[in-house]
C-alpha cells in the first residue's frame, strides 16, 4: 500500500458571542480536515486545530511531495522524516535530500500541526485496514470512557455568576465531571464564580480549574490555598507560559491541589521535562494542535511509567481511544457540553464518538477513528465560500 495523496480542508465558523480565556479571545472557531489517500482506495482523516490555517495547509502540501509512495502503516518513519524538517541536516541545505529546506522558527508550531494531521489520518488508515477500531489496536475494550465538560468562558459585561447556569445544565447532561475557565479576574472575584459554581454543581461533581496560564508561583500560591476549600480536583496550566519544570516543582510543594499541563507543548520533549519533575498530577498534551496520535502515545506511556495520568486535551472523538486503552492510567477525554464553543465539531461528523448523558464517551466498533465526514458541511464551512 502507498500514500497517494494528501488533501486539506481549512474551516472556520464565526461564533454567536465572542468570549475569552484568562489569555486571549475567540470570536471564530476554526479546524482543518486532513485526508490522506492510498492507492488501494483506504482514506484516513485526521483534523488540527491552530493557524494560520494557509500556514498549515501550505506545509502539507509540502509535506505531501516528501510521502508520496511511502506506506502509510510505517507511520513512525513518515512522523520521524516530517520531523526532521524541523531542524539544520547534514546535507539537507536547501531541499538537497528531497525534504523541504529547514522550516523557520516561528513557523514552528504550525509544522506540527501539519504533522499531526497527516499522523492521525494514518492511524484511521491503520484501523481501516486492520478492521478494528484504533482502541482496540492499541489494546483496549472498552467502549464508554469517561468525560467532563468545560466551560466558564468569560464573556463581557456578563454578570460573574452567569457560568453557575452553564455549570448546572452540564450536571442535567449527565456530566460527573467539569472545567472551569478562571484566572481572567482577581482572586475574590474568582472565588465567587467558582463558588457558584460549586453550589449548583453539588458536593460530587469532579471541579477542575482551567487558568491559562495566568500566575507566577507566589501568587498561584496564594490563588491555590484560597480556592482549596472549595474542593478542586485539579490546577490546570497555572502558571506563565515562559515558566519551567522547575517552577512547577515549587508551586506543587506548597499547593494542596494536583497540577495539570501539557496542551501547549509541542513535543514529548518538553512534556517529559515536566512528567520528570514530579510536579504534574495530569499531562494533557493534544493530538489535534501537535505531533498527532503517535505523539500522544509515547507520552502517554511515559506518563504511565512515572505515575502521572493522562487527561488528553478536547477533540474526545480521537483521544477517547486513547482513553479507552490506558485503562486507570487515564483520567478521561474532555468534552464541550455547549456546541456553540465547537461548532465545527460538531457539524463535521455524521458519525464519531460522542458524549452522552452517563457522563461518558461512547465509542463505536467501526474501524479506525469510526469517523463519517459530512462532505456538505465542510463545504459550507470552507473559508472560500464565506467571501
Known amino acids: 500500500m502507498k500514500i497517494t495523496e494528501v488533501i486539506t480542508h481549512p474551516m472556520k465558523v464565526d461564533l454567536k458571542q465572542a468570549s475569552w480565556t484568562a489569555h486571549e479571545i475567540s470570536a471564530s472557531a476554526a479546524l482543518t480536515l486532513f485526508e490522506v489517500h492510498t492507492d488501494e482506495g483506504i482514506v484516513g482523516y485526521g483534523e488540527v486545530q491552530g493557524g494560520p490555517q494557509h500556514v498549515i495547509c501550505e506545509l502539507a502540501r509540502q509535506f505531501k511531495e516528501c510521502i508520496l509512495g511511502m506506506d502509510p502503516l510505517g507511520h513512525i518513519e513518515i512522523w520521524e522524516k516530517l520531523f526532521s524538517a524541523t531542524s539544520p541536516r547534514p546535507g539537507g541545505l536547501g531541499s538537497w535530500d528531497g525534504m523541504p529546506a529547514p522550516v523557520s522558527r516561528e513557523q514552528r508550531p504550525q509544522v506540527m500541526a501539519a504533522i499531526g494531521g497527516i499522523d492521525i489520518a494514518l492511524w484511521d488508515i491503520k484501523g481501516k485496514v486492520a478492521n478494528q477500531p484504533v482502541y482496540k489496536l492499541l489494546g483496549g475494550t472498552r467502549t464508554k470512557v469517561f468525560t467532563y465538560s468545560t466551560g466558564g468562558y468569560y464573556v463581557e459585561g456578563e454578570p460573574l455568576e452567569a457560568c453557575a447556569e452553564e455549570f448546572a445544565g452540564f450536571v442535567e447532561k449527565g456530566y460527573r465531571a467539569v472545567k472551569l475557565k478562571t484566572g481572567a479576574l482577581g482572586i475574590r472575584k474568582e472565588l465567587e464564580r467558582i463558588r457558584a459554581v460549586r453550589e449548583v454543581i453539588g458536593p460530587q461533581t469532579k471541579?477542575?480549574?482551567?487558568?491559562?496560564?495566568?500566575?507566577?508561583?507566589?501568587?498561584?500560591?496564594?490563588?491555590?490555598?484560597?480556592?482549596?476549600?472549595?474542593?478542586?480536583?485539579?490546577?490546570?496550566?497555572?502558571?506563565?507560559?515562559?515558566?519551567?519544570?522547575?517552577?512547577?516543582?515549587?508551586?506543587?510543594?506548597?499547593?494542596?491541589?494536583?497540577?495539570?499541563?501539557?496542551?501547549?507543548?509541542?513535543?514529548?520533549?518538553?512534556?517529559?521535562?515536566?512528567?520528570?519533575?514530579?510536579?504534574?498530577?495530569f499531562v494533557q498534551f493534544d493530538s489535534t494542535r501537535y505531533a498527532g496520535f503517535t505523539e500522544s502515545l509515547r507520552i502517554a506511556h511515559y506518563a504511565e511509567q512515572n505515575g502521572v495520568i493522562i487527561a488528553p486535551h478536547t477533540a474526545p472523538q480521537i483521544h477517547a481511544h486513547l482513553v479507552s486503552a490506558f485503562g486507570e492510567a487515564a483520567f478521561g477525554a474532555e468534552s464541550h457540553g455547549g456546541h456553540d464553543r465547537h461548532p465545527i465539531q460538531h457539524g463535521l461528523y455524521s458519525e464519531c464518538a460522542q458524549a452522552k448523558s452517563d457522563g461518558m464517551v461512547h465509542l463505536n466498533d467501526k474501524p479506525g477513528f469510526g469517523l463519517e465526514i459530512d462532505f456538505d458541511y465542510v463545504k459550507s464551512v470552507s473559508p472560500d465560500n464565506q467571501n
Open 207 to 281: 471541579l477542575m480549574l482551567d487558568m491559562n496560564a495566568p500566575y507566577n508561583v507566589q501568587d498561584c500560591i496564594a490563588f491555590a490555598r484560597a480556592v482549596e476549600p472549595l474542593d478542586i480536583y485539579w490546577l490546570e496550566e497555572p502558571l506563565h507560559w515562559y515558566l519551567q519544570p522547575a517552577d512547577y516543582v515549587r508551586l506543587a510543594e506548597a499547593s494542596p491541589i494536583p497540577l495539570a499541563h501539557g496542551e501547549r507543548e509541542w513535543t514529548r520533549f518538553t512534556v517529559r521535562d515536566f512528567i520528570d519533575s514530579g510536579a504534574l498530577g
